[in-house]
């Protein structure tokens, strides 16, 4: 098995074989990395306890409170990773931020207060759901004046692939939360434990592995195994509660890992380049 991602790691890499020139992320960067994962793992966990359990006050808090995390934590992780040039650790934080901004603009949250303003049922964030992020941008342009942390991140990718798709492993925890919605809490709240673990465990392996054939095996082994998981515990769900398109679900999933591991296309386009630079 080694042998075989080691030959997949070489066809993606250019120039440094197997052997990342950065090497794997420090202990401090492996837990800021992870930190996304657990934060919106916990989120889902506490927002899959059943409505019939007796649960203190502060637990429902503290559940809003994670749900709340959830939207501002990638966001704070955007803004660091701009001023610290974007280090490996910040990619998921990036794209998330984006893509939460973007889902959020038509989602409502009823019930959820935010200094002294309470949303409704009908009430959408709108505008609203890019403050996070927009505020974030300004004052880490405000701290580097400069741009060029932008450019580094996509430079980066360019130079090691994996971050991209390390970058859209982040929209996992929305996934997540798609995939369950409306499936019964007692039911799924074993399977958010589950891939929170899951979650985090990838994002260490990933960002401690020195080499880059491991950083590969731990993306495909973690991403495939959450995607099947999210594809196939509600699929029995519904299998058994309604009716459900099985091989539409199958397709699905297959589609998901095929587009977050496409970026292996880019270190193929890269050998080519410069292939065709040295003849």
């Known amino acids: 098995m080694s042998e075989a991602i080691e ?11 197997l052997r990342d ?13 992870m930190t996304l994962f657990l934060v919106s793992g916990l989120g889902l966990i506490f927002n899959e306890i059943p409505h019939e359990w007796v649960v203190p006050l502060w637990l429902t808090h503290l559940a809003g409170a994670l749900l709340l995390a959830s939207l501002l934590v990638p966001a704070i992780g955007f803004g660091i990773g701009w001023i610290r040039d974007f280090p490996r650790w910040s990619y998921p934080y990036s794209g998330l931020a984006l893509l939460v901004s973007l889902y959020m603009m038509n989602a409502a949250t009823p019930g959820l207060r935010i200094l002294n303003y309470t949303f409704g049922r009908n009430d959408p964030w709108g505008w609203r759901a890019w403050i996070p992020v927009s505020v974030m941008a300004v004052i880490a342009l405000l701290i580097t004046r400069s741009l ?30 798609i995939g369950f919605d409306e499936v019964d809490r007692l039911y799924s709240l074993p399977f958010m434990v589950a891939l929170t673990f899951l979650m985090v465990g990838t994002a260490l392996t990933y960002l401690r592995s020195a080499r880059q054939w491991q950083r590969v095996l731990a993306l495909l082994v973690g991403i495939i195994l959450i995607v099947t998981i999210i594809a196939a515990a509600p699929t029995v769900y519904w299998l058994e509660n309604g009716w459900v398109n099985v091989q539409g679900t199958v397709m699905m999933a297959t589609i998901v890992v095929a587009v977050v591991f496409s970026p292996v ?15």
Request: hydrophobic share 45%; net charge positive.
């Open 7 to 17: 030959r997949f790691g070489e066809a993606s890499e250019i120039g440094t074989a």
């Open 21 to 33: 020139v950065h090497g794997p992320s420090s202990w401090g960067e492996a837990l800021a990395g």
């Open 148 to 177: 060029r942390p932008l450019f580094k991140l996509f430079t980066n990718i360019w130079e090691d692939w994996t971050r991209l798709t390390y970058g859209m492993f982040g929209f996992i925890p929305l996934l997540i939360w």
């Open 265 to 279: 296309l880019i270190s193929l386009l890269r050998r080519s380049t410069q292939s065709i630079r040295a003849a």
